[in-house]
């Protein structure tokens, strides 16, 4: 196929529309964070601050102890970052957006304050404004902010991914200004290697130079030197790491501190992970595993109890039924144990992906039973009342309880003597039963033995003689 000879003007124009394709473009109705979704970015414990007079105009970067120079904020789809100047830095740089100078992020991502991995540069320089995210492989003098990155990983146009607004302050007696940016959340996870949680640094600053930033002619944020100036660690949401836990509460308000549960009830369990807390205008989630002995897992998702708390619950039910994994209830097995374990993707201390744990005992009942006659000896003709005790020991209520007992060799039941009692019953005052299993009484004489069927057994009271965790029944037979 031969393809038509292009004029100089319409190469140009095809030229244009191609390198027009790859730039990144802002979404229709796209919204850039609310005041409340920016987050400051901390050093040595304390917001981000920076000398309001070393440095002139835009190139200035200005703060005091209650207003940060530099705010992060992330939405999953791209990740922002605010730096406060001292003046506008609209201007008549390479398209005219803004001045021609530079404003950027260097960050440390391998955990080494003396060298800087990436740089997140807004170019205000060359005639394409960009932002632009660059490599830094080859490390120079040990604590440069000023050493050059060699490799343009990726950069798109300025346009649609900025924004200038006026600030909260007038630092220098005039009004200061915020220059926020954006870059596609993604892509930056991809060039870095970086996760959700990854701990990283930021070193601040402006610069006279499209990829770099520099002491000279505009302003380093802070100490001059990476080593004293790296930011906080911090997760790329903002949020510092902070060790998680995990334990088993009494509610969804987190309330508590549960260790035994009773088969059929609603467990309720709880995490608190500040450096989960990402939205800090939304309740975000995170994920916990439940196990029991029986061989059931099941993945719970648990809800932050508010907007910016970092304490997140959520619920499920148990029951004894057959193990289905992942079917949305806990089956469990009476006596044995249930484990919630939660992945911190952070703790404080960096380490990345530790399990945290607790465990609760699933109650069982535990019915002890104790058999007793009227008489010690006895002649052929005399009746002889037997007397079977019975109390719950163990944590959880019994139901459905069978007694049964052979009529004794040598003896003859004596009809419709079948009694029903509280704990200290006298055969007198207890409750007559029949004989027949039709009556649904709970009580029968058949094929030689006495039974009888407690509806339910509560879990052991701790006092003797009390109440629903114990009782008695009797029987009366004759000696042959």
């Given amino acids: 196929m031969t393809l038509p000879i292009l004029s100089r003007g319409l190469r140009l124009r095809l030229t244009l529309l191609l390198a027009g394709a790859l730039v990144f473009l802002s979404l229709p109705g796209f919204a850039w964070p609310t005041q409340s979704q920016w987050i400051p970015v901390y050093r ?3 917001i981000l601050q ?3 007079g070393d440095a002139n105009g835009s190139r200035n970067v200005v703060s005091d102890a209650t207003h940060a120079a530099g705010f992060i904020a992330n939405d999953g789809t791209y990740i922002y970052f605010r730096m406060r100047l001292d003046q506008s830095p609209a201007g008549q740089g390479g398209q005219g957006l803004l001045e021609p100078y530079g ?6 991502t391998n955990n080494n304050a003396g060298n800087y991995e990436w740089l997140l540069m807004v170019d205000g320089v060359s005639q394409n404004e960009t932002v632009a995210l660059w490599q830094n492989t080859v490390q120079g003098t040990v604590g440069d902010p000023s050493d050059r990155p060699e490799i343009l990983q990726y950069s798109m146009a300025l346009s649609g991914n900025y924004q200038i607004t006026a600030a909260d302050t007038a630092f220098n007696g005039d009004t200061d200004y915020f220059l926020d940016w954006r870059f596609p959340y993604a892509t930056f996870k991809q060039y870095t290697g970086l996760t959700d949680s990854s701990p990283l640094r930021l070193f601040e600053g402006s610069s006279s130079s499209a990829n770099n930033l520099s002491q000279s002619g505009a ?3 802070g100490p001059a030197d990476l080593l004293t100036g790296f930011s906080d660690f911090m997760t790329p949401f ?6 998680g836990t995990v334990r088993f509460v009494a509610d969804l308000t987190g309330s508590g501190d549960v260790t035994q549960v009773t088969a059929g009830d ?3 369990v709880r995490v608190d992970d500040l450096d989960q807390n990402h939205n800090p205008t939304a309740a975000d989630t995170v994920v916990v595993g439940l196990t029991s002995l029986n061989g059931d897992s099941e993945q719970l998702t648990l809800t ?3 907007v910016n708390t970092g304490v997140f619950t959520g619920s499920m039910t148990t029951s004894t039924a057959a193990a289905v ?3 949305g209830s806990l089956q469990v097995e009476l006596g044995t144990m249930v484990t919630a374990t939660y992945v911190d993707a952070i703790a404080a201390n960096l380490q990345q992906n530790q399990a945290r744990t607790d465990t609760l005992t699933v109650h069982r009942p535990q019915i002890q039973i104790t058999k007793s006659v009227d008489k010690a000896a006895a002649a052929p003709g005399e009746t002889l009342i037997y007397k079977v005790y019975y109390h719950n020991l163990g944590t959880a209520l019994a139901t459905a309880v069978v007694i049964s007992d052979s009529i004794p060799a040598n003896t003859t039941y004596v009809p419709n003597s079948l009694r029903v009692g509280a704990a200290g019953a006298m055969y007198a005052t207890a409750t007559p039963k029949t004989d027949s299993a039709a009556d649904g009484d709970g009580a029968q004489v058949s094929g030689g033995s006495v039974t009888f069927i407690i509806t339910s057994v509560a879990a052991d009271n701790g006092v003797p003689n009390s109440g629903p965790d114990e009782g008695i029944v009797f029987f009366k037979v004759t000696i042959n």
């Fill in 44 to 46: 040595q414990g304390s």
């Fill in 50 to 52: 920076d000398p309001n």
């Fill in 103 to 108: 404003w950027g992020i260097e960050f440390d």
């Fill in 219 to 221: 302003d380093l944020v």
């Fill in 238 to 243: 903002g949020t510092r790491p902070s060790t």
């Fill in 266 to 268: 609603t467990i309720y």
């Fill in 304 to 306: 932050e109890t508010g």
């Fill in 325 to 327: 994994i992942n079917n």
